[in-house]
């Protein structure tokens, strides 16, 4: 039970911004939306997190919606090494209880030169 | 410096033998998760442990697989009389205590399991 919907996969292009959106219109309250990737053969990779701000750090920027029904991960500028399946995650709050992480089947993203 | 790190990288087993695989997470780490992901789908959430809390095991899918946490730090997941559909890749994460850590999970490279 993933609580998020996302395209199955999607192209974009080497050098430019890649937007991913993500739809999670029964999240709670206290639940964050976290970001995982996975590149081929290898583990999950935490990307970002975030509640209700905008967050931005050195890999992406995560854009929530003021209601938080939708999110949208921005890439800023695409390199090939990008290409993964990205995982929109919702979650509980970290402090409290388990924290297991559900991934659904992610958004396949290739970049293409 | 060290992440998560599992062994073996590969294992191939006949179906009905016992398997065991490994995690040895980061240093400090005080939670520790295993997962599974067979062909082409998501993870599969299988066992938790925090710190000396009773594991959460409501993730492993039969009596088969067992996991243990030996001074809170190396884990390993123990699954006995494997059947085919036990292959898929398992992984292991960590993550440190505390809001500002953030409980970013790191994973390890993960043990890809083949049951013949």
């Known amino acids: 039970d993933a609580k998020t919907t996302q395209p199955p996969s999607m192209d974009c292009a080497e050098g430019r911004a890649a937007n991913l959106p993500c739809n999670h219109s029964t999240i709670s309250g206290n639940e964050y939306v976290y970001w995982y990737r996975q590149i081929h053969s290898q583990g999950p990779q935490y990307i970002i997190h975030?509640?209700?701000n905008n967050e931005t750090n050195e890999m992406a920027s995560l854009i929530i919606t003021e209601d938080r029904k939708s999110s949208t991960l921005i890439l800023p500028h695409a390199t090939l090494r990008d290409t993964a399946v990205y995982y929109c995650i919702v979650r509980g709050d970290p402090d409290y209880g388990n924290n297991r992480l559900a991934f659904g089947k992610g958004n396949q993203v290739v970049v293409i030169p | 410096g060290a992440g998560v790190s599992q062994s073996p990288s590969n294992k191939v087993t006949e179906k009905g033998k016992d398997v065991e695989l490994r995690c040895d997470p980061i240093?400090?780490?005080?939670?520790l998760y295993w997962y599974r992901q067979s062909l082409g789908q998501g993870l599969e959430f299988l066992i938790y442990f925090q710190g000396n809390s009773a594991p959460d095991k409501s993730g492993l899918p039969s009596d088969r697989f067992s996991a243990e946490r030996t001074g809170g730090s190396v884990s390993t997941l123990t699954i006995q009389r494997t059947q085919q559909e036990d292959s898929a890749v398992y992984l292991c994460a960590s993550s440190a205590q505390g809001r500002l850590a953030g409980n970013e999970q790191f994973f390890g490279p993960g043990t890809r399991l083949t049951v013949l």
């Open positions: 240093s400090g780490h005080t939670a």
């Open positions: 975030g509640l209700k």
